[in-house]
């Protein structure tokens, strides 16, 4: 069975930070593309960040550039995002997505809210 599992989301106040995790399942992980994407209250979900299959090449949202830092552990299963210098704007709920050729999987997302 495939399963995505974000988790590390929270409350955070302006300034703070936070680590999300996606444990991956029932694929072979290290063969897929990961990024995550966020979604907040009436608007659409929105690419964040892309790491290639061996970690070497990433990419960034221009909203989340020098803030936002996606890595992976393809031993461990397990994509990351670590998001930093929070503001008001980046409350969203945050989803990890996988995708290989014709496959792609969608994790139940994790909440972020960032409120004095």
């Known amino acids: 069975q495939v399963q995505l599992v974000e988790s590390g989301g929270g409350l955070v106040q302006p300034g703070g930070s936070l680590r999300l995790s996606c444990a991956a399942s029932g694929f072979s992980f290290s063969g897929y593309v990961m990024s995550w994407y966020r979604q907040a209250p009436g608007k659409e979900r929105e690419l964040v960040a892309t790491?290639?299959?061996?970690?070497?090449?990433?990419g960034y949202a221009d909203s989340v550039k020098g803030r936002f830092i996606i890595s992976r552990d393809n031993a461990k299963r397990t994509a990351y995002l670590q998001v930093s210098s929070l503001q008001p704007e980046d409350t969203a709920v945050y989803y990890c997505h996988a995708v290989a050729l014709v496959n792609s999987y969608w994790g139940q997302g994790t909440q972020v809210t960032v409120s004095s």
């Open positions: 790491i290639s299959r061996d970690g070497e090449k990433k």
